[in-house]
């Protein structure tokens, strides 16, 4: 692995961005109610490079033509009509694919410039850093201590669990709501609380990327709302990257956005995403330059 | 009248008579069955309830009737279960373990090995008698007719179940825990060590216990290994010769009785013993079950 990967995580942010591509910030930025907000301006460093990304799943491409990149301190939003392969490629960038038998990814995918898929990348070092949240809830069954210390316990760092434990909770805004029953069951929490309790859990191992692989899609309105005033809080730290179904949501939090398009093979039904246009969102959602794009953020095509 | 419109009233009458039918006929057949076995139940306590006392469970064989007793069986079927129990538990879960997270379903080998294990669990038991005397008690092995060997030898034949049991244990835990898992960082090992073993150790655990229940009751690859039928002392180690309860039983039945050397009632006896050690290790299958049981 390169130098970068190994040190620790706090440093690396403190880093000057030594992966920057120096495309500017374009200053202004959706918040929640819709307002823009001047924000200095500061070269971008890109997190993740994506290059000509091709996964398959067998003889054809699931996902193809993938070209983006993924800023610092940025939520970058993947949306799409259903099987496009947003999920799909999300699952690239830790390598969860790696799990899928016969799943295999052509092309580049950067992160601080290295490649992930390269021979001498081990996928566990890669998910240390590269955090996810799923689609469902999915806590372990173990009380809701057990489950955030999971983590730092399985990577070895046992030293001050209590603070580590309280500090991701703090984080996901849920330490309040549990502070008293950190000993009882997760599986006893609500919907909403079990989705905060599993970003807290990706939180405990300081990643520097958070994927989020529809995270609102099992939650009702209130958790939802939740989940992405988090999001706006997490990514003074983090940078997220979001498959989400919600185009409200995307514009709602995201800084860019990917639109990805399905095209349904003549011959055998075969479906292949791509993605259509990369943005930033304001752009994506007011003026897109692809008319796919306009379809479907208008609401004219599902 | 309208299919719709008109009141809704029976079905005809043909139809509830074939409905009543079937009910009796899957009623008479639930009473048969339930009703031979509280026949032979009752015939067993009739016959063994008398008999079983302290004195029974502690004194050994012995050509006289009234003073024969199970001792040496109970501890010889104690000591080959505790031999059997440590040789399926790490064997069969690490097995189903490799079947369940490492093997590659596509690889012909692992279907293979699969099929067999599936196989393996409906031989019978005899051929693993063989199987024990060939290679464990004579043969590479050449243990003798020891516990260690009768231990092995019925683990041998429960191991299937025990194997099945395990796999099914494991694939009951979602794919989303192992991911959950393994997207935090944890290696393969750690997640399967730390998440999914102690999510399907009650599974295992009733499993185990099932395979324990049936291995306790085997007779035949005991006999066919040459277990003793008559000894006057309790196994010592490993490589002790032992007898078990099914063996005595065996033996008490198939000698001649008369009116003075009764065995016909040690027999009965002997089998409500080892009928009341499967009811309660059954139960603690059960009580396991229900107790740990995670609900995904």
């Known amino acids: ?302 | 009248m309208s299919a719709h419109g008109g009141a809704i009233g029976k079905a005809p009458a043909s139809q509830r008579a074939k409905d009543t039918g079937f009910r009796l006929t899957m009623l008479a057949c639930l009473g048969l069955s339930v009703g031979l076995l509280a026949l032979l139940l009752y015939d067993v306590v009739k016959d063994g309830a008398s008999h079983l006392t302290m004195d029974f469970l502690t004194s050994f064989g012995s050509i006289s009737a009234d003073k024969a007793g199970a001792e040496a069986a109970i501890w010889g079927t104690i000591w080959i279960m505790v031999v059997c129990a440590a040789f399926i538990v790490p064997v069969g879960v690490a097995t189903a373990i490799y079947l369940e997270e490492y093997a590659d379903h596509s690889r012909w080998w692992n279907r293979l090995i699969e099929v067999n294990i599936q196989n393996l669990a409906s031989v019978p038991s005899i051929v693993y008698g063989i199987l024990g005397l060939a290679f464990l008690v004579r043969g590479p092995l050449s243990l003798g007719p020891v516990v260690l060997a009768g231990g092995l030898c019925l683990g041998l034949l429960v191991l299937p179940v025990v194997i099945i049991a395990s796999r099914e244990a494991i694939r009951a835990v979602p794919p989303s825990i192992r991911e959950g898992s393994l997207a935090l960082g944890a290696t393969q090992w750690q997640t399967i060590r730390r998440q999914v073993l102690p999510a399907s150790i009650p599974g295992i655990a009733t499993g185990v216990i099932l395979a324990l229940s049936r291995a306790i009751g085997e007779t035949a690859p005991l006999i066919v290994i040459g277990a003793a039928t008559v000894i006057a002392f309790n196994p010592e180690g490993l490589d002790s010769r032992f007898t078990a309860l099914p063996i005595q039983i065996f033996d008490w039945i198939s000698r001649a009785s008369n009116d003075v050397n009764n065995y016909k009632p040690l027999a009965a006896a002997a089998i409500l013993f080892l009928m009341i050690l499967l009811l309660l290790m059954n139960s603690v299958a059960i009580w396991l079950r229900n107790r740990y049981e995670q609900k995904w």
């Open chain 1, 1 to 302: 692995m390169a130098e970068h990967v190994t040190e620790p995580e706090d440093k690396q942010r403190e880093a000057a961005p030594a992966g920057g591509v120096g495309i500017p910030d374009q200053g202004a930025r959706f918040s929640r109610d819709g307002e823009t907000e001047a924000e200095p301006r500061r070269p971008r460093e890109a997190i993740f490079q994506l290059e000509k990304v091709v996964v398959s799943y067998g003889p054809k491409p699931a996902v193809r033509d993938v070209t983006f990149d993924v800023g610092r301190n940025e939520i970058t939003a993947l949306i799409g009509p259903s099987g496009c392969g947003k999920s799909t490629l999300i699952r690239c960038l830790n390598r969860m694919n790696d799990l899928i038998p016969g799943a295999r990814v052509e092309g580049r995918v950067l992160y601080h410039g290295e490649d992930l898929y390269a021979p001498n990348v081990d996928a566990v070092e890669v998910r240390k850093r590269i955090g996810m949240v799923f689609q469902k809830p999915n806590p372990f069954p173990k009380s809701i201590y057990d489950n955030i210390a999971f983590g730092p316990r399985v990577l070895g760092r046992k030293q001050n669990l209590d603070e580590t434990v309280e500090r991701a909770l703090t984080q996901a805004a849920l330490w309040d709501e549990v502070k008293d029953r950190l000993k009882t069951n997760a599986f006893g929490m609500s919907g909403g609380q079990q989705q905060r309790l599993c970003i807290a859990r990706c939180l405990a191992v300081n990643p520097d990327v958070i994927l989020m692989d529809e995270p609102c899609s099992a939650l009702d309105p209130i958790s939802t709302g939740k989940i992405e005033d988090l999001m706006m809080e997490l990514k003074r730290e983090y940078s997220i990257v979001i498959v989400t179904h919600n185009m409200q949501q995307a514009a709602r939090v995201s800084d860019k956005t990917a639109f990805f398009t399905v095209e349904l093979a003549s011959d055998d039904d075969h479906r292949t995403g791509r993605v259509v246009e990369f943005d930033d969102t304001e752009k994506i959602f007011t003026n897109p330059a692809d008319s796919r794009t306009e379809a479907y953020v208008t609401g004219k095509v599902g």
